[in-house]
């Protein structure tokens, strides 16, 4: 027994670079796992003594980085396009004899994979916006033209045939050839493809694990990459080059990755054209942050807005900078644009954007802040409440999931004084608004004993 364990731990050790990349990819799923088990203590300093509760089964910020095009999607983006250059850079390379044929399929199995991240990473999905998207998906979606269809179909295929053709040509060979390191290296990055390529099992926080998981492949992929850099250097295949010469692979590499990543990028907008840009009720309700003139304009083309509701108080030193082209857009497309301003900036503002809302002749409706990290999840969460029968407890589990952080302390104070006049039956019957009304005592107004006897009450409270 003890002869066998040391025999595999000799195994083990034999491929230092293996090793080192097996450890990389188990201090990744570390990091996955403490991000979804590590709620947030953010810190509010507009409201220090206010106590905020969670509501999620796990940690917000990881339902943040589960969402299509976030962190992790970006992430897959950048390790493919450098692992497109690095390839691009090993063929370049100067060599003192022509790589084998195993040599040859093996690389090719890994430009289908990095060809794929890039595809995955770039065109998140589902979309932002309901838009029929150009990730592989799409091709099951009657939204998508015919002809985009078939391109789309062609190049999975096309991609398919790249990452498995090599491997059935060599019958299984250049597997077995390889070191134990190797082939369970090889045995994670297929399970974390293919866990990522089909979204499943896909356990909560949804979406989050196959987008590591997708990670963790690139990573193996991108360290077999280098391992081939490695190898010549050792065996001594690379020829005594200028130093010109040597530089200029590096170089081409370096700008073709800068270069995919841009496409990335522009493919990435086309799928999400307004940051945290989400449908609430396709055809009527959509919320953003500030949206940039083009984002405007490529979302306006998709959904063909009636009306905009930006929930921020633009005659204030901090005015968007992207307010006035906004404005000018919606004149020149007769856009309804509503707006807070001056003293129209309180509860009773708020519930005027309820009623605009809610009015067909305003629909599609934009309602958007600057960030819509605050004010925007806050206005949902009341219309969610008021309109749509959600509970606070879901309500405030939807506004953690999408900032990615606890609900700042004003939207605690925002209910209390608010919903108790909008809604007092809902509000008295909720079972979390009496620890919410206990969190925020010395910050909310007074309510009375009696919240139905105000039901018809104006609204007074100017807080936002």
């Known amino acids: ?176 050839n390889q070191s134990y390191q190797h082939r369970l290296l090889f045995l994670i990055a297929a399970l974390g493809f293919v866990w990522r390529l089909t979204n499943w099992p896909d356990p909560e926080p949804w979406g989050y694990w196959p987008r590591w998981a997708m990670i963790i492949c690139m990573i193996v992929t991108l360290s077999a990459i280098l391992a081939r850099f490695r190898q010549a250097g050792k065996s001594g295949e690379i020829t005594a080059i200028s130093k010109k010469s040597s530089r200029r692979p590096a170089f081409v590499s370096a700008l073709m990755a800068f270069v995919l990543i841009q496409a990335g990028y522009y493919i990435h907008w086309l799928h999400w054209p307004m940051a945290r840009f989400k449908v609430v009720i396709p055809g009527q309700l959509y919320v953003s942050a500030m949206p940039s003139p083009y984002g405007l304009k490529l979302a306006h083309q998709r959904h063909q807005f009636k009306s905009i509701i930006n929930l921020f108080n633009e005659d204030t030193p901090l005015r968007h900078r992207d307010f006035p082209a906004e404005l000018q857009f919606a004149n020149e497309n007769g856009i309804k644009y509503i707006r807070a301003e001056g003293k129209n900036y309180g509860n009773s503002f708020i519930e005027s954007t309820f009623q605009a809302a809610n009015d067909p002749a305003n629909w599609p409706v934009l309602v958007h802040c600057h960030g819509n990290m605050d004010r925007t999840p806050a206005w949902l969460g009341m219309y969610r409440f008021r309109y749509q029968g959600w509970g606070l407890a879901q309500v405030f589990a939807a506004i953690e999931r999408h900032r990615g952080y606890r609900p700042k302390g004003g939207t605690t104070v925002l209910y209390c004084d608010l919903l108790p006049r909008l809604e007092p039956e809902k509000w008295a019957a909720d079972p979390v608004a009496a620890r919410l009304e206990d969190h925020g005592r010395g910050y909310c107004m007074p309510q009375p004993a009696n919240v139905s006897a105000i039901a018809n009450q104006k609204p007074e409270s100017s807080r936002k």
């Not at 731990?9 to 491929?15: G, I, Q, S, V, W």
């Not at 947030?40 to 509760?53: A, N």
């Not at 493919?80 to 090719?108: D, F, I, N, V, Y």
């Not at 998906?137 to 062609?154: D, E, H, N």
């Open 1 to 176: 027994m003890k002869s066998f364990a040391i025999a595999i731990k000799k195994r083990l050790l034999a491929d230092n670079a293996s090793l080192l990349t097996l450890l990389l990819c188990a201090l990744v799923a570390v990091v996955a796992v403490w991000h979804a088990l590590d709620f947030s203590h953010d810190y509010d300093p507009e409201f220090p003594g206010l106590q905020r509760d969670h509501y999620s089964r796990y940690a917000p910020f990881a339902y943040r980085l589960a969402e299509p095009g976030d962190t992790l999607d970006l992430t897959t983006l950048y390790l493919s396009a450098a692992g497109l250059g690095l390839l691009a850079m090993l063929q370049m390379r100067p060599e003192t004899r022509p790589a084998a044929r195993a040599e040859k399929l093996a690389r090719l199995t890994m430009l289908g994979i990095c060809l794929a991240g890039f595809w995955i990473g770039s065109a998140p999905d589902p979309t932002m916006d309901g838009w029929h998207g150009l990730a592989w998906q799409a091709a099951l979606r009657v939204s998508t033209p015919a002809w985009q269809r078939g391109a789309i179909i062609f190049v999975a295929l096309a991609l398919v045939c790249l990452i498995l053709a090599p491997m059935l040509l060599q019958s299984g060979q250049w597997i077995k």
